[in-house]
């Protein structure tokens, strides 16, 4: 699966709790949640970062700059033998409180090109 070989990628960064959207068990900040979504440029990987309140400079450089590092130009191969690559886009968001577990939050948006046949 393609999102399980990127959320492999993401642990090898400084973050090590990085878990796929709508897993049952959210681990301790900070954490990652990558969060595939359809469009119609192929799909999204919207990457979900939480830390601890008053973290807002350790998040925003995480989300901006870490994350660039991590997936900008990344190649990959699934265990089923398919071949990706993860491409930036320039969509991000504010940071964000008012999460269920206390954390403070930023996204940004990668993008997996393809199509549909």
Avoid: C
């Avoid at 900070?30 to 919207?46: C, D, F, N, Q, S």
């Avoid at 690559?85 to 393809?114: A, C, H, Y």
Wanted: charged content about 25%; glycine content about 8%.
């Amino acid at each position: 699966m393609i999102v399980q070989s990127v959320v492999e990628r993401v642990q090898t960064g400084p973050i090590k709790n990085v878990v796929e959207y709508g897993t049952a068990r959210i681990p301790a900040s900070p954490y990652v949640v990558i969060k595939p979504e359809a469009t119609w440029r192929g799909t999204m990987l919207r990457v979900i970062t939480h830390m601890d309140p008053d973290q807002q400079k350790w998040l925003r450089n995480y989300v901006l700059n870490t994350l660039s590092d991590l997936l900008s130009g990344y190649e990959g191969d699934t265990d089923e033998g398919v071949h990706f690559k993860v491409e930036m886009t320039q969509e991000w968001t504010d940071t964000t409180d008012g999460n269920d577990d206390g954390t403070i939050s930023m996204e940004r948006l990668f993008l997996l090109p393809g199509l549909l046949f």
